[in-house]
Structures are given as C-alpha cells and as structure tokens.
Nanobody, 121 residues
Framework: VQLQASGGGLVQAGDSLRLSCAAA????????MGWFRQAPGKEREFVAA????????YYADSVKGRFTISRDNAKNTVYLQMNSLKPEDTAVYYC???????????????WGQGTLVTVSS
C-alpha cells in the first residue's frame, strides 16, 4: 500500500491542525494504522495508532488528551487531529500501515513520506 501524508504547516502554540494520510489500494482496512514523528536530532517517536476498523486507539502519553487518531475506510484515509499544540510537537509526522496496532515502528511495513509540523511559541 502507498501512503501520502498531508496537512502539516506552521502554527502557533495552542492552535489545532489535522493531518491526513491517504492510502492507495483496496486493502486499506486490512491494516492497522499509526502515526509517528521525528524531531530534528531525535529518534522516531510513536504518536498514535488505530486498529483496522477504528474500534481501538492507542496514544503516547505525551499526546493523550490532545491528539485524536481516526480513520475512514471508505476514503482510505487516516487522520490525526492535533489540538492544543505545543512547540515540542514540532516534528516531521509519518503515517504507517502494519499488520496490527502497535507503538513499535518496526511492526509497520509501509510508510508515508512525512509532513512537517512546526509549532511556534
């Protein structure tokens, strides 16, 4: 499956942003989906994951209560709604598809190209 992330940009602290990740192919619902991020000079970090049909979600503690992951299988798209953004949320955000919902990057087989989110203070 091919993934295309979009929706990044420059925002101020406290603002909201919604990322989208569109998947090409007819097997989108076969995959759990995740969002990861990587800030400059830091390792890739898990953000959120959603199960194949959206019944289950899982978040990193750093974003819990502020970010919401969701998916629309009819549109082959997964979303990341980000509210109350902080400067420390600044990173390149990647979507990924895998066999199961996981916080481990190595359990995802397909990755999007990333979209940059910059949060100014």
């Amino acid at each position: 499956v091919q993934l295309q992330a979009s929706g990044g940009g420059l925002v101020q602290a406290g603002d909201s942003l919604r990322l989208s990740c569109a998947a090409a192919g007819r097997t989108f619902s076969s995959y759990a989906m995740g969002w990861f991020r990587q800030a400059p000079g830091k390792e890739r970090e898990f953000v959120a994951a959603v199960s194949r049909y959206g019944a289950s979600t899982y978040y990193a503690d750093s974003v819990k209560g502020r970010f919401t992951i969701s998916r629309d299988n009819a549109k082959n798209t997964v979303y990341l709604q980000m509210n109350s953004l902080k400067p420390e949320d600044t990173a390149v955000y990647y979507c990924a598809a895998g066999e199961r919902q996981s916080a481990n990057y190595y359990e995802y087989d397909y990755w999007g190209q990333g979209t940059l989110v910059t949060v100014s203070s």
